[in-house]
């Protein structure tokens, strides 16, 4: 079944959460409001008031009372080999063709041996042909310019590109507090 997104009651995403969990919320009377436009339907236990089977609806975006301390202390993004091909979307930075993960690398702008770091603004992702051609050398000295620049993934992006059966309500509830240069922005 589809993740459940959990935000705080000021909107900033808190969790992916799998639909059980979310009904545990629901149970335990935290939960503010719905805001997705999805719903999946669970049954509990048996209700012995209404004498019939339990049953919690929770909505795909659910805000939950407080202001949720984990959003503090998770707003950096690990940079992984997943989460670059999604920043880029799965195209090349140099040549700009699409391609499938298993054609892809992460690519050092400025290459490590040369001082490069290896974080989210000096990797973009290369087809294994780029990679190869362009080396050990700079953009400008390889005359492979980059057709996009890269950037640090934010927290919202980070959330989008962790869930790859993301619904649209959830991904518009995200997108709308992204900066505007991440690819995942809307236009
Ligand atoms: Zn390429």
Same mark, same amino acid.
């Given at each position: 079944?589809?993740?459940?997104?959990?935000?705080?009651?000021?909107?900033?995403?808190?969790?992916?959460?799998?639909?059980?969990?979310?009904?545990?919320?629901?149970?335990?009377?935290?939960?503010?409001?719905?805001?997705?436009?999805?719903?999946?339907?669970?049954?509990?236990?048996?209700?012995?008031?209404?004498?019939?089977?339990?049953?919690?609806?929770?909505?795909?975006?659910?805000?939950?009372?407080?202001?949720?301390?984990?959003? &503090?202390? !998770?707003?950096?993004?690990?940079?992984?080999?997943? %989460?670059l091909f999604l920043r880029d $979307?799965?195209?090349?930075? /140099?040549?700009?063709?699409?391609?499938?993960?298993?054609?892809?690398?992460?690519?050092?702008?400025?290459?490590?041996?040369?001082?490069?770091?290896?974080?989210?603004?000096?990797?973009?992702? &290369?087809? !294994?042909?780029?990679?190869?051609?362009?080396?050990? %050398?700079?953009?400008?000295?390889? $005359?492979?310019?980059?057709? /996009?620049?890269?950037?640090?993934?934010?927290?919202?992006?980070?959330?989008?590109?962790?869930?790859?059966?993301?619904?649209?309500?959830?991904?518009?509830?995200?997108?709308?507090?992204?900066?505007?240069?991440?690819?995942?922005a809307k236009c």
């Amino acid at each position: 079944m589809s993740n459940i997104l959990i935000v705080d009651s000021i909107g900033q995403p808190v969790r992916w959460a799998a639909a059980t969990r979310a009904a545990h919320y629901y149970a335990v009377g935290k939960v503010i409001a719905d805001l997705g436009q999805h719903h999946f339907s669970l049954s509990g236990g048996f209700n012995r008031l209404l004498a019939k089977p339990s049953e919690i609806t929770c909505s795909s975006i659910v805000m939950v009372r407080g202001k949720h301390r984990l959003v &503090a202390q !998770r707003n950096f993004v690990g940079l992984s080999r997943e %989460r670059l091909f999604l920043r880029d $979307r799965y195209l090349c930075a /140099y040549c700009g063709q699409l391609f499938n993960e298993l054609h892809l690398t992460i690519e050092h702008v400025i290459p490590v041996s040369r001082g490069g770091t290896h974080g989210w603004t000096n990797v973009v992702t &290369a087809c !294994r042909g780029c990679n190869h051609r362009k080396g050990n %050398r700079t953009p400008e000295e390889a $005359r492979m310019p980059l057709i /996009y620049v890269p950037y640090a993934v934010c927290r919202n992006e980070g959330f989008i590109i962790s869930n790859r059966n993301i619904l649209g309500d959830q991904m518009e509830f995200l997108a709308s507090a992204l900066p505007r240069h991440s690819r995942w922005a809307k236009c």
